[in-house]
């Protein structure tokens, strides 16, 4: 019997120190209203395509990101582009998210961006099209149509 009262009382005791270390965590985080320099400009991922039927031409498909102060922007080769603008910006360790929204009329639609600097030139960011993160190179001009 006594053995089960301590068994409990740590549980407990775990559950309530494991919660308030993660509200702690979430408190922590700050908030800004812009995206940071390290993020801004245009990055850019390059997809070779599988050849045409006469095996002569390559098809080539582009994701980019254009990054301001204030919007993100994205677009792949032969789609519309999306703007959004930023809301709020996050670091949680090296990942920055970026809350942001785009508004069609009276209809504001929300959106989520996870992206991880790797170094100067190189970004890991959402999949245009797709599920997941790819990496993405900065450049200074697109062929997405950004």
């Not at 400009?41 to 980019?64: C, F, M, N």
């Not at 069609?104 to 890991?124: E, N, Q």
Request: proline share 3%; glycine share 8%; charged share 20%.
């Amino acid at each position: 019997m006594k053995k089960l009262w301590i068994l409990l009382g740590t549980s407990i005791v775990l559950i309530f120190g494991i919660g308030w270390q993660q509200t702690t965590v979430q408190a922590s985080t700050v908030w800004h209203n812009e995206t940071p320099k390290v993020l801004r400009g245009i990055w850019q991922k390059t997809i070779p395509s599988k050849y045409l039927k006469d095996k002569h031409e390559k098809i080539v498909r582009h994701q980019a990101y254009r990054i301001t102060k204030r919007f993100v922007s994205y677009a792949a080769t032969g789609l519309d582009d999306y703007g959004y603008k930023v809301s709020q910006t996050a670091k949680v360790g090296s990942t920055y998210y970026v809350r942001s929204y785009m508004q069609d009329g009276s209809t504001k639609y929300y959106r989520t961006f996870k992206l991880i600097p790797i170094s100067v030139k190189k970004m890991s960011a959402p999949v245009i099209m797709g599920s997941g993160q790819g990496v993405f190179y900065k450049v200074r001009h697109t062929n997405a149509g950004i």
